[in-house]
């Protein structure tokens, strides 16, 4: 009976755990989509970089359904934190059109876009998502 239910135990931890090694992870250049507050890890090759999506300063970008005469921009903070541990933060300006890139740690954050793009009346912080890539710099 003991033998049976070590047996059951250790096949239910193999089930489990298999089921992460499942999991796919980011290598450079992959896009990837972060809410306010999350972060991911990326394969630098030797290394992982994680990156983390730490909140919103400002959106003045035209409201959907409004007719704007300037297109306005947002602000968002971004940080990248390599093996050594240090964890650095940096404003991101996001123009009209949405994309932007920062050069930081020999590397290049891409920021897609920031969704929800034009945001809605009222938006609040739980709807914005920041389509990245990051790359390592020639």
């Known amino acids: 009976m003991v033998l049976v ?3 059951a135990a250790m096949l239910l931890t193999a089930a489990c755990g298999s089921t992460k090694d499942l999991d796919p992870k980011l290598k450079l250049g992959d896009t990837f989509t972060l809410s306010i507050g999350a972060f991911v890890e990326v394969d630098a090759g030797e290394e992982n970089y994680r990156v983390d999506f730490i909140g919103m300063i400002a959106d003045s970008r ?3 359904g409004l007719t704007c005469i300037v297109a306005g921009k947002a602000e968002i903070i971004l940080a990248l934190t390599g093996e050594d541990g240090a ?7 996001v123009p009209p059109d ?8 020999g590397f290049r954050l891409r920021l897609e876009r920031l969704l929800p793009d ?3 009346p009222g938006v609040t912080s739980e709807l914005y998502r920041a389509e990245l ?3 390592r710099l020639p």
């Open 98 to 105: 949405g994309s932007v890139s920062s050069d930081l740690q």
């Open 118 to 120: 034009p945001p809605p």
């Open 62 to 64: 035209c409201g959907a």
């Open 87 to 93: 964890r650095r933060s940096f404003p991101v300006n």
């Open 133 to 135: 890539i990051l790359t």
């Open 5 to 7: 239910f070590l047996g």
